[in-house]
């Protein structure tokens, strides 16, 4: 049996509908409560639904402690028959998909709302890095290591040293962000940024300075798993899931991390959507730091390893170019609302395939890809996922 992997079933007859952004704070004296409850809200009164036709709920946040999924049943006045909490920070809205996905599939839900959302206090940050994991508690956090702007720094650094990348290369990753979250209305970054910006911002842990680093902030993302026939019969826009995969701590054996868990199941995917990777018409992927989407260009098939930078240059990356990536501005120009930075990506990418993107939207998107990206240890993020999805029409 070792080494054996059962097929993937598809995920025919299954939809994501409502896509919903609790517009982003930078600073919030609201509870993570308020602000989850404030983005379900907007997504079912898109659908037209009400709080009693959800009998699905899954939540992901840092900031809902002492709280789960099980005290926000009641908090928001929900009696579903199936519930989940996902843990998983930046790998959290894929993962949260394809649990709702097959939830709805085997008949144990007809709507799941999956919602991530997080406050932002004066102080919450520094007090959630001291507790993120028994390695931050114990390893991390007590010799000055206070979160990953020092790990994110570490895997720049040795990307650098390895690939020939420079910080030109990162900033245009940056810089094309910041363009696209000018279109965004719900954005915290509101001015333009320019590659000497970038070059010139003040080093916050070498080599990583102020705009490679995203922005904490207040907010919550939402969106509806359903069966097709119902977001039909309601009318909704709605997008299919061609396919998607998870992976948790690959390639343990790497003395640091230079690959993630997408470059496992990457191929399988893309049998599972019937596609590859010239069918995406843009590519939202988990964007913390830049070198993490560097690493997903390329274990999502779209160059070979170490072929980012060469890649970087030699694309358009903003909502007006050849590889439209991170519409909405990512995290590190719209923000990054906790564990809602996991959902970001798959909000935006339904509204672009469906057509209902406004501001953002990419001409004649079909067809997208979400990549996330979780839990950081030290030398490496834990959880990694990725979807495909497409319109109604594809």
Not at 29 to 50: D, Y
Not at 90 to 99: H, P, Q
Not at 140 to 165: R, W
Request: proline share 5%; aromatic share 8%; charged share 20%.
């Amino acid at each position: 049996m070792a080494g054996r992997t059962s097929k993937r079933m598809g995920y025919e007859g299954v939809v994501l509908a409502a896509p919903a952004t609790a517009p982003y704070q930078r600073f919030s004296k609201e509870t993570a409560h308020w602000w989850i409850a404030r983005a379900l809200r907007q997504s079912l009164q898109s659908a037209g639904l009400s709080p009693r036709d959800v009998d699905g709920f899954s939540v992901a946040s840092f900031t809902l402690f002492p709280d789960t999924a099980v005290g926000l049943t009641q908090h928001l006045g929900l009696t579903p028959r199936w519930l989940d909490h996902i843990p998983m920070g930046g790998a959290s809205g894929i993962v949260a998909l394809r649990r709702a996905a097959r939830a709805v599939q085997a008949g144990d839900a007809d709507i799941v709302a999956c919602v991530a959302g997080d406050t932002n206090h004066v102080d919450s940050f520094r007090r959630m890095l001291s507790s993120f994991s028994r390695f931050a508690q114990d390893a991390s956090y007590p010799y000055g290591a206070g979160g990953p702007n020092a790990c994110f720094a570490l895997l720049t650094d040795h990307y650098m040293s390895a690939y020939g990348a420079t910080r030109e290369d990162f900033g245009r990753i940056c810089v094309a962000q910041r363009d696209n979250a000018l279109r965004n209305p719900h954005a915290v970054m509101k001015k333009p940024l320019t590659m000497d910006q970038y070059l010139g911002a003040r080093m916050i842990s070498d080599p990583i300075a102020l705009f490679d680093c995203v922005m904490p902030v207040s907010g919550a993302e939402a969106f509806l798993v359903m069966r097709e026939e119902d977001a039909r019969a309601a009318g909704l826009p709605y997008a299919h899931i061609r396919g998607s995969i998870e992976r948790h701590n690959a390639f343990p054996e790497d003395p640091i991390q230079m690959r993630g868990g997408w470059a496992m199941d990457i191929d399988e995917l893309y049998a599972m959507a019937d596609a590859t990777p010239d069918d995406m018409d843009l590519l939202q992927t988990y964007d913390d730091y830049p070198v993490i989407s560097m690493m997903q260009f390329e274990d999502l098939g779209f160059c070979g390893k170490g072929e980012g930078p060469a890649f970087v240059r030699e694309r358009d990356l903003t909502i007006a170019g050849d590889f439209p990536h991170n519409t909405s501005g990512g995290q590190l120009s719209a923000g990054q609302a906790g564990a809602a930075g996991g959902f970001i990506g798959m909000v935006e990418a339904i509204r672009q395939v469906t057509g209902t993107a406004g501001p953002t939207q990419v001409k004649g998107a079909a067809t997208a890809m979400v990549s996330g990206f979780g839990m950081i240890n030290y030398d490496r993020g834990v959880c990694s996922s990725a979807a495909i999805i497409s319109g109604a029409g594809t």
